[in-house]
């Protein structure tokens, strides 16, 4: 593999240049959809990214990077996702992990941890939800108490997606009371006292896990930010979230949209049902592009400059919207699928049902912008 | 143009139209330069000046401008429009005929106050696009409307002791009211942007879809007095449902878009980073 010859300019040409390289370097997954497949295919797809130059665009020079805004990042997963190259929502954990540690870790370790991530050589994971801290992050009880230069932590996490095979993990804890008593670190998984237990989801691919943590010490010097920096640590993912993330899950429903044409082609040949299909067909195509739309214009404030708050939780209504609709169509347009015959089909329809669930349940998006946006007063 | 001079605009025409509809506000608009406007700003004379007629509820016959400018046409003539259902109707230079309370007379329309009538078929061939991204504008500015009226009355309303508005049923219709717009006009700056045909009626579409959605949220808050003819919501409710059926309905746009996609076998990607 070779680095890119000339640096591209622009977004486009970083693109066209994305593109050219795909065609001579074919990273199509094989056959294997198990997690264990899909997290040694994305291994595989940074680890090729990484060499070729192509996912160290967009990220500083201080942790690897070769510059350049965020948005060629963006566009970078949605050319991977729109080759169905990696499965879209673990190809994005980058996209929180890294920013995190750019921006609250002591600058040599980030320097020394993210090319780690970047290239495809760790996986690393992000310890926040509870069993009683769902919705309400800020409820957190894992503990963490000063042991010398050392902390210990006791509690548990839950949703923890890939643990089982994260070398890192970006933890918050409770050191005080409220919102202002969270810290974060950044722990080693093969610490001693820590053990991971996957869940088993209904979709069949058991990519969450709860995590223990029993008398588990953490350097002083892997604390992220200073103490009590955990909440708003966790609140500054939430522009990268919805920036490039957005981008990359949106092009993957593009994606799966058009293999629901191709499919349902072949079906309407023998059914005929053509024109009372093309009502869903452009109702789902109608809601991507509704999203791409409002994603588009976050990004290009994101790039301006603005700071990104409530509003994007319309962004975050809008996709998982969209991504029901299109996954309720292709039930629809493909009788039988997902019920039957096809287990891609069957798994991506009920993850799809978890949309309006991670990330800040629909509920909580609509209760922000009646209170934020609309300006609604207290409930 | 900068944004003080947007403001400007947009406070001139809100003006013109909060004193006057119909033939008055088409004279008042043309004093205000509309014409000039359109030819040399387009993207800032049609989202201003159609988003301000949904807000305001005013209306005036402007859609035949943006008609006839896109088909290379003099503006001021009036053009035959495609309505949905396959009929034609034309949106007259004139004021409606003194209209009768619109539950009187199967000759009247749902919204008896916009100068339009059925019509022989026009020309099929007409330039749409400019005039759907129009009526998408005019969709999100009656939406606009109707949630100002519904968020005023929820905050206003007490019941059980509360403000309605304190109710997350009601806070959760509000707020799907607010994404849906706001989706919409996502559409509508992308299609201003890239005003190709078919980004234009993906606008219109989206624009038409939130509109009735929030006409459908809007009116189970207000309830009671959303339903009587003294309070504003029904103009904007009628205006909605009429806007929605000229130059093609939600409801038959997404269809035509179902079936580009299904003939192309491609789903295109129409704003790119």
């Not at chain 1, 993990?169 to 050191?175: D, K």
């Not at chain 1, 200073?226 to 092009?251: I, K, N």
């Not at chain 1, 699928?337 to 049902?353: C, F, G, N, Q």
Request: include cysteine; proline fraction near 6%; charge should be negative.
């Amino acid at each position: 593999m070779t680095s890119p010859v000339t640096e591209p300019a622009t977004i486009g040409e970083f693109r066209a240049a994305v593109r050219e390289w795909f065609t001579h370097n074919d990273l199509s997954a094989g056959p294997d959809h198990s997690l264990d497949g899909q997290v040694a295919q994305l291994a595989r797809v940074r680890r090729a990214l990484y060499d070729a130059g192509w996912m160290r665009y967009g990220w500083p020079a201080e942790v690897g990077g070769l510059g350049g805004p965020a948005a060629l990042r963006a566009v970078l997963g949605e050319e991977v996702a729109s080759r169905d190259l990696a499965e879209p929502g673990i190809y994005s954990m980058i996209e929180v992990l890294a920013p995190t540690m750019i921006s609250y870790a002591p600058p040599a370790l980030a320097a020394e941890m993210v090319p780690l991530l970047l290239s495809g050589a760790e996986q690393w994971c992000q310890g926040f939800s509870e069993p009683g801290s769902g919705s309400d992050l800020a409820s957190l009880s894992t503990r963490a108490e000063p042991h010398g230069d050392d902390w210990v932590v006791n509690g548990q996490k839950v949703w923890t997606s890939l643990a089982q095979y994260s070398q890192r993990c970006v933890l918050l804890t409770r050191t005080a009371p409220g919102h202002g008593g969270i810290t974060a670190f950044f722990v080693d998984m093969d610490t001693p006292g820590i053990t991971v237990r996957p869940l088993r989801t209904m979709h069949g691919i058991d990519e969450f896990a709860e995590v223990f943590f029993d008398d588990v010490v953490v350097p002083g010097d892997r604390m992220l930010g200073r103490p009590g920096d955990g909440w708003q640590l966790a609140m500054d993912l939430l522009p990268h979230e919805r920036s490039t993330c957005f981008w990359h899950r949106v092009a993957f429903l593009y994606e799966r949209l058009e293999r629901l044409v191709g499919e349902t082609a072949t079906t309407t040949a023998t059914t005929g049902a053509a024109g009372a299909d093309d009502a869903d067909l452009g109702a789902a195509y109608l809601a991507l592009h509704t999203i791409r739309c409002r994603s588009h214009a976050t990004q290009r404030r994101l790039a301006d400059g603005a700071r990104l708050g409530p509003e994007t939780s319309i962004d975050k209504v809008l996709l998982a919207t969209a991504e029901q609709r299109l996954f309720d169509t292709a039930r629809d347009l493909l009788p039988g699928a997902v019920e039957l015959t096809d287990p891609r089909w069957r798994s991506e329809y009920l993850y799809s049902r978890a949309a309006t669930i991670y990330g800040g349940t629909a509920e909580i998006q609509r209760n922000i912008i009646a209170r934020r946006l609309l300006d609604l007063g207290k409930e | 143009m900068d944004t003080a001079e947007h403001d400007l605009i947009v406070e001139t025409f809100r003006k013109a139209m909060t004193g006057s509809s119909g033939a008055a506000l088409d004279a008042a608009l043309d004093e205000l330069g509309w014409a000039d406007l359109l030819a040399e700003e387009p993207d800032t004379a049609i989202p201003v000046v159609f988003t301000l007629l949904g807000e305001t509820g005013s209306h005036a016959s402007v859609l035949n401008d943006v008609v006839a400018q896109a088909g290379g046409e003099p503006l001021g003539t009036t053009v035959t429009l495609p309505f949905t259902g396959g009929r034609w109707v034309r949106w007259e230079r004139a004021d409606a005929p003194a209209a009768q309370p619109p539950s009187e007379g199967a000759g009247d329309l749902l919204d008896p106050t916009l100068p339009l009538r059925l019509a022989e078929p026009g020309d099929p061939d007409l330039h749409l696009a400019a005039a759907r991204r129009a009526l998408g504008w005019w969709l999100l500015g009656t939406g606009r409307a109707m949630l100002a009226l519904a968020r005023e009355h929820a905050l206003a309303r007490t019941q059980f002791g509360r403000p309605i508005a304190s109710f997350q049923a009601v806070r959760h219709r509000l707020a799907e009211t607010l994404v849906a717009l706001e989706g919409a006009e996502a559409t509508l700056n992308a299609a201003t942007a890239s005003p190709e045909p078919f980004t234009c009626l993906l606008a219109k579409a989206a624009a038409g879809r939130a509109s009735l959605d929030a006409a459908r949220h809007c009116q189970q808050v207000l309830a009671g007095i959303g339903f009587t003819a003294e309070h504003d919501f029904h103009h904007h409710l009628r205006r909605t449902l009429t806007l929605d059926g000229l130059l093609g309905s939600a409801r038959d746009l997404t269809r035509q878009a179902g079936a580009h996609i299904r003939e192309q076998g491609h789903a295109p990607r129409l704003i790119n980073l």
